[in-house]
T-cell receptor, first 109, second 115 residues
Framework: GQNIDQPTEMTATEGAIVQINCTYQ??????LFWYQQHAGEAPTFLSY??LDGLEEKGRFSSFLSRSKGYSYLLLKELQMKDSASYLC??????????WGAGTKLIIKP | GAVVSQHPSRVICKSGTSVKIECRSL??????MFWYRQFPKQSLMLMAT?????????EQGVEKDKFLINHASLTLSTLTVTSAHPEDSSFYIC???????????FGPGTRLTVT
């Protein structure tokens, strides 16, 4: 079956670094997406990885290991506005997104 | 990134009535549009995938006669919730795809409340 696992909730301190992990098992693989979703709003795109390695984009970085079925999203210099849910999604062989349940990130001052 | 609009953003309707939600891609031609539903504190659930000019493909458990999807043009798709019931109250989100990078561009969502 197809499955995406990520932690339900994480807490971090403003200014710190946090890593959100995601493991996936999908029928075929056409890339791994990370989205940010604030409460009551639609998801917004953060990153897309299809090759192994680290992609850095400002304060956010995303890593992929295809052999391990593993990805993480790294958030640096955390700000209060980063409090949100972070959704991991794997694109399968039919180019459909298989969604994780999301990780609720709570930032404390 | 591309811009996708959704209308209305919020709608309250009475049980038994029908509601139409529009999804428009404003600055690109979306060959594929996706409709999602999200209940509180849950992940996105794909309801159906529609390609322009053809019938939508519904996910298992989604009633195609209840959730009517029309994708008549490359910039517009509509979802009609027919004979709505309180259990249909949810956050409905569309996304448009078909770009080179496989990214899906999300609309802002429509919050439906059925009383």
């Amino acid at each position: 079956g197809q499955n995406i696992d990520q932690p339900t909730e994480m807490t971090a301190t403003e200014g710190a670094i946090v890593q959100i992990n995601c493991t996936y098992q999908t029928s075929g693989f056409n890339g791994l997406f990370w989205y940010q979703q604030h409460a009551g709003e639609a998801p917004t795109f953060l990153s897309y990885n299809v090759l192994d390695g680290l992609e850095e984009k400002g304060r956010f970085s995303s890593f992929l290991s295809r052999s391990k079925g593993y990805s993480y999203l790294l958030l640096k210099e955390l700000q209060m506005k980063d409090s949100a849910s972070y959704l991991c999604a794997s694109m399968d062989s039919n180019y459909q997104l298989i969604w994780g349940a999301g990780t609720k990130l709570i930032i404390k001052p | 990134g591309a811009v996708v609009s959704q209308h209305p953003s919020r709608v309250i309707c009475k049980s038994g009535t029908s509601v139409k939600i529009e999804c428009r891609s404003l600055d690109f031609q979306a060959t594929t549009m996706f409709w999602y539903r999200q209940f509180p504190k849950q992940s996105l659930m794909l309801m159906a995938t529609s390609n322009e000019g053809s019938k939508a493909t519904y996910e298992q458990g989604v009633e195609k006669d209840k959730f009517l999807i029309n994708h008549a043009s490359l910039t517009l798709s509509t979802l009609t919730v027919t004979s709505a019931h309180p259990e249909d109250s949810s956050f409905y989100i569309c996304s448009a795809g078909g770009g080179f990078d496989y990214e899906q561009y999300f609309g802002p969502g429509t919050r439906l409340t059925v009383t």
